[in-house]
Each structure stands twice: as structure tokens, then as C-alpha cells.
T-cell receptor
Framework: KAGVTQTPRYLIKTRGQQVTLSCSPISGHRSVSWYQQTPGQGLQFLFEYFSETQRNKGNFPGRFSGRQFSNSRSEMNVSTLELGDSALYLC?????????????FGQGTRLTVV | DAKTTQPNSMESNEEEPVHLPCNHSTISGTDYIHWYRQLPSQGPEYVIHGLTSNVNNRMASLAIAEDRKSSTLILHRATLRDAAVYYCILRDSGGGADGLTFGKGTHLIIQP
């Protein structure tokens, strides 16, 4: 069974640009969550999608958005990039969005904003 | 989701058991206890989770205190590949509003 796939693995963008990251969950999983990891703040929850609906959103500005498609694949978008958006962006998929379910993480997309 | 408290770091020797503690004194009755680990340059990896009873799987064991205010992740025979940051996380049975809330975790160092 293929794991969670995130593309691209690395990205370099300029301040003010926008970026789209992609996540393909494990086959059959309907819940996808996104996290941002930085050395200073650690792992922080961005948002969670289940069956194409955003269920939860973390404390991030509106520049961060996402969506989920009917095949459960998900994308997240960051507009008007800032230097502080440089981070490892991780996607996790799970069968459901309940607490009795394990999450499987991808390798992440390393975004550098210059 | 309720908060957890873990030691910043622990050190152990290869091929010895490791007991990683976690305190969660404000846990609610519907909170599951999850453990994840993150190896260098990789995404987090699920280790184990439980509600009330002790749990075992191929990676580790989870011992949950009777009052559920603390738990211990047990690696029965540590290898160098177990060196990672281990996170203890509480997740409400309904999923909660904040996804998986990662704290700073315990940095486990394995000495050969």
C-alpha cells in the first residue's frame, strides 16, 4: 500500500508570490490534515479536511487555505508569501477524523521563501 | 485537546528497554492517548495509541495509569534507529478542533 505522497519535496519562492502544495493520502483514507513545522514553533496544526469539507482550522492567517477533492487528494495554498512562511509543511491522512484513528504522515514539502 | 508534559530529553543504551513518561493530569474521559515519533529529516510516524487499557504492537507498548493521568511508552529493546523525538498527544474521540496538538516532545538519545 502506497504511503502519503507530498509534492513537491522542495520549493524556493520569493516574497509576495503564492504557492500550492499537494498531498495524496493513503488509498481509502478520507481525512487529510496539514501541519507547519518550524524550529521556533514546532509542529502546528493548519487545517483538517474530511470528505471534501474543512472540519477544523488552526490559528493561521487567511493567506493559508486548502481544499480537498472527491478522490481525497488535498492541496494547500499560501498567498502573498512572507519570509516567516519558510517551513516544512506536512500532510497526514487517516481513515476518519476521530480520536481512535492513527494518522500517517508524508515526508513533507520544504518551502523556502527568499 | 488537553495538554501533556514530557521530559525534554532522555538517554538510553542500545538493546536496553526505554520507558518514556507522559503526564496528562487534565485528561478527559473521551481522550485517547497517542504517541508519535519523528526521526531526523522525516515526517512524524505513528507509534501506538490507547484509551484505558495497556496496548501492545510490534513497535512498542503503552502502559496507562489506572487514573489515566499519566502513561508510559515502552520500547522493549532500543536500537540506534529508535533515536527520535517522541510526542505524547491527547485526541478527543470526536477528533477535537485542533488536529494533533504536538508539544515539544522527548528527544530520545540512544548510545551504542
Amino acid at each position: 500500500k502506497a504511503g502519503v505522497t507530498q509534492t513537491p519535496r522542495y520549493l524556493i519562492k520569493t516574497r509576495g508570490q503564492q504557492v500550492t502544495l499537494s498531498c495524496s493520502p493513503i488509498s481509502g483514507h478520507r481525512s487529510v490534515s496539514w501541519y507547519q513545522q518550524t524550529p521556533g514553533q514546532g509542529l502546528q496544526f493548519l487545517f483538517e479536511y474530511f470528505s471534501e469539507t474543512q472540519r477544523n482550522k488552526g490559528n493561521f492567517p487567511g493567506r493559508f487555505s486548502g481544499r480537498q477533492f472527491s478522490n481525497s487528494r488535498s492541496e494547500m495554498n499560501v498567498s502573498t508569501l512572507e519570509l516567516g512562511d519558510s517551513a516544512l509543511y506536512l500532510c497526514a491522512s487517516s481513515w476518519t477524523n476521530g480520536g481512535n484513528t492513527e494518522a500517517f504522515f508524508g515526508q513533507g514539502t520544504r518551502l523556502t521563501v527568499v | 485537546d488537553a495538554k501533556t508534559t514530557q521530559p525534554n530529553s532522555m538517554e538510553s543504551n542500545e538493546e536496553e528497554p526505554v520507558h518514556l513518561p507522559c503526564n496528562h493530569s487534565t485528561i478527559s474521559g473521551t481522550d485517547y492517548i497517542h504517541w508519535y515519533r519523528q526521526l531526523p529529516s522525516q515526517g512524524p510516524e505513528y507509534v501506538i495509541h490507547g484509551l484505558t487499557s495497556n496496548v501492545n504492537n510490534r513497535m512498542a507498548s503503552l502502559a496507562i495509569a489506572e487514573d489515566r493521568k499519566s502513561s508510559t511508552l515502552i520500547l522493549h529493546r532500543a536500537t540506534l534507529r529508535d533515536a527520535a523525538v517522541y510526542y505524547c498527544i491527547l485526541r478527543d474521540s470526536g477528533g477535537g478542533a485542533d488536529g494533533l496538538t504536538f508539544g515539544k516532545g522527548t528527544h530520545l538519545i540512544i548510545q551504542p
